[in-house]
């Protein structure tokens, strides 16, 4: 008799759209992301208690390093984290939205994570992907989808 096994696991997508001063939409990409070890650490904690406070931040950068599992931070912020503007559940996925303003993120952006401090905390999950050139008066809205299967 041969065993079959399902394989299961946690993954997640981003969808970023870049948009001028004028809103005008001048980029939109969907990526995908790696959960890091201490992300499924903390999911495996959340199911116990909530010990560990929710992810409420996300931050982007500059880094050009391919996602790894022990990853904790990113590679290159640039700037401050950003607090999530809005987190939803549904079925087995959670989406968390954050909008980066004018001002906020700036550069050439290349990588995102997301977090539940403002500083330090635990990273959920990171991502690397094609430039994105953020600039000074330009806003950014990633959503972000993690599923659990």
Not at 9 to 22: C, F, N, P, Q, Y
Not at 59 to 88: H, K, Q
Not at 116 to 127: F, H, K, P, Y
Request: charged residues 15%; hydrophobic residues 40%.
């Amino acid at each position: 008799m041969k065993l079959i096994e399902n394989v299961k696991g946690t993954k997640g997508e981003l969808h970023i759209v870049l948009r001028d001063e004028a809103g005008n939409v001048t980029q939109e990409v969907t990526v995908p992301n790696l959960v890091v070890n201490t992300g499924l650490a903390y999911i495996a904690s959340r199911m116990k208690d909530t010990t560990l406070t929710a992810m409420t931040h996300m931050g982007v950068g500059s880094g050009t390093t391919n996602p790894a599992a022990g990853d904790t931070a990113l590679e290159s912020a640039l700037g401050a984290r950003i607090a999530l503007t809005s987190t939803t559940v549904t079925a087995n996925a959670i989406e968390y939205v954050a909008t980066f303003g004018a001002g906020s993120g700036t550069g050439a952006v290349t990588e995102a994570g997301i977090f539940n401090a403002l500083t330090s905390g635990t990273m959920l999950c990171r991502t690397e992907f094609a430039v994105i050139n953020k600039g000074a008066s330009d806003s950014m809205t990633i959503t972000w989808t993690v599923t659990v299967s």
